[in-house]
């Protein structure tokens, strides 16, 4: 089992900028493709962004590409989500996720965080 930690969620004005963290309780970038999800209220939960593991292949939603960036830091265990431009649209609990090559329903969330876009 993996344990994923998010913090970085807060209050921001509309085109303000936040960077969400994911800390991962072990080593697994090279066997777990990790992900960014959101669920707004009334809403299901969508993939914002992911990598892919073990490479640095990316993917985003399309109301994300151009203002959102997901990255890791392997010597810190640590995942990503760099949001800028934000929009009152982007307002959700923001949730991390580890989804492992070898059997994707196997699954790790995060307890999410929540981001807010409002002024």
């Known amino acids: 089992q993996v344990q994923l930690v998010e913090s970085g969620g807060g209050l921001v004005q509309p085109g303000g900028s936040l960077r969400l963290s994911c800390v991962v309780s072990?080593?697994?970038?090279?066997?777990?493709?990790m992900g960014w999800y959101r669920q707004a209220p009334g809403k299901q939960r969508e993939l914002v962004a992911r990598?892919?593991?073990?490479?640095?292949?990316?993917n985003y939603a399309d109301s994300v590409k151009g203002r959102f960036t997901i990255s890791r830091d392997n010597a810190k265990n640590t995942l990503y989500l760099q949001m800028n431009s934000l929009k009152p649209e982007d307002t959700a609990t923001y949730y991390c996720?580890?989804?492992?090559?070898?059997?994707?329903?196997?699954?790790?969330w995060g307890q999410g965080t929540q981001v807010t876009v409002s002024s």
């Open positions: 996720n580890a989804k492992p090559v070898f059997n994707p329903a196997f699954e790790s």
């Open positions: 072990r080593s697994i970038f090279g066997t777990y493709t």
């Open positions: 990598i892919i593991a073990g490479s640095s292949i990316t």
